[in-house]
């Protein structure tokens, strides 16, 4: 059902019923735009543009959701790994247990240029992709020689092997347990200060500079991805998920597409651990432990596997948990003062827990799917009263 | 020159010989049938002509080249294609993508960089999977998501996909296992006007006495991984070998 997002032709099952949904309704219109590729870079635009006035800003919505503007910039840049992660997860059916060493292999690289030769925003983002890509192509080349669960532990294994390097043998590169500090984040095109506020009417929506440049990639990730998808990789990617034998028997290398799987996760991963470190001018050695591997996995799997934006929903709800509902001291019937649990905060990996699960259960293929279901219901109907 | 020949070709699996000095030879525009009672070897010798299975000695050739080196994708991409026993399909893609997919690999080769390209580009491989599906009879099924078809339907498509990788030989392996007997019927009529329009060759693995004997211009009884006798339908059918090969067991 999700497939649908990034998917045109799969559309239109029932010719007579989406015939009849065109011309005057509004609703059938929508349906057709739906699936282009400028609907969907124009939305997410949008919803970059307005995300951060409404979660951090906006009268009574804010008040509510008790978002501030570093967390709105965040969920972005994990928004771009998940949307990567799950490239390999959700559409190829790769589980790699490993991404953390291209986030957090990427945050080292870019913050490892910017405090030896340029502290260029681009620069960083570049270098650290870079990093990240030559790195996947390494570890998919090693790791994708087994499948299944072989291939997690081996992606485990390599990133594990990253993280103790980083710790003790490269201390001289990384500054070991301390992490890299004293990162020098410079001018974005030499001239704009990434920290500083934007003027006027796009500083109320967007704030900082560094959101702007943020939402910027993150909208050129989704328009990226969102081509793949609708590219002949695309296709190939879910045939290898679905039957890989018979994608090798009609004729297909499935073994380089997986490895161009790996290495495209991988530069998506990179591109989110650059902005990582100009987002906190400093890497922390947890960016590369294996908690970070395991946190974008359920981030992917509780917005949705298999779809575009389920997994930027799965790391919205995460963050979200993990920052402001852990900082809640005690939960109290709303608009009163009845304190149903002391230190609710405390128990948010509890929570997290017990959400994840639930989703699991209710609905295998996420968050994102209880939007599919409501939207398959709402054209039911639509449909079905004309 | 042969287009497909097998040179004392020999599989072990441990102790047991599955294919036995096999020498088959397949003339291009030819339809040999491969038959022979259980665990005779027939699949054995189809999934060594595929490169799913490493033979213990022994050469293939395809157009006069070795085969027994390549990888199964290379040895489709020279035009060897393969219908499994089983519905071997991609179960949650549309079954216009299925045979997309196929005329992916047929047009585009084994791998390309194109993935910044959009599929709508790609007229060729729309032309080639629109043509197959309507060969096959599903292309007013080609949006439905191909997990949903019936099983007859399912197994066209496993034939369709097949064909959609634009193949000189196409090795059916039982195309009518498991099926019922209309199944069967249609299917039949199915690979009687597959030869008649695209003229292929192929090799044919099958139970059914009725369809061997109907479609084939000669046919090649295995038996313990050996070929016991071939020749033309009428041939067989009144071969000692052969009689003895299927009712032997039974006797003894």
Redesign the interface.
Known sequence: MSEEDANPNAKDANPSSSEALVGSDLFGRWEQLRGREGTVVGLTAIFVAVFPWLFARAPVVSDFLQGYQSLATLILIWGIFAIGFDLLLGYTGLLSFGHAAFWGGAAYASGIVAKNISGDPIVMVVSGTLFAILLAWLLGFLSLRRGGIYFSILTLAFAQMMYFMAASPLAFLTNGENGLTGVDVGNLFGVIHLEADIPSIGGMLLGTWLYAFVGFIFVAAVAVAYRILNSPYGMVFRAIRENEQRAEFVGLNVWRYKLMAFIISGAFAGIAGSLFTIHGAYVPLQSLFWTESGDIVVMTVLGGAGSMFGPVLGVGVYLYIENIVSTVQALTIPFTDIVLIKDFGFYWHLLLGIVFVAVVWVVPDGLWGIIGRVRTFVSDRMGGER | MPLLETENLVKEFGGLVATDDVNLTVEEDERVSIIGPNGAGKSTLINLI?R?LDPTSGDIRFKGESIVNL???EV??RGV??S?QTA???????V??NA???A???E?G???F???????A?TD?HDVARDTLNSVGLLERA???ATDLPYGDKRRLEIG?AL??EPDLLLMDEPTAGMSPEETKSTVELIEQVKRDHGLTFVLVEHDMEIVFSISDRIVVLSRGGIIAEGTPDEIRGNEAVQEAYLGGVEI
Request: net charge negative; aromatic share 10%; no cysteine.
């Open positions: 595929t799913r990888e199964p994708h489709v991409q294609s393969k499994f071997s399909i991609f179960p949650d893609l549309t216009r993508e997309e997919i196929a992916l690999a047929a585009r084994a791998f390309g194109e993935f910044l390209r959009h599929r709508d790609l491989v949006d439905t998501i996909i959609a990788s």
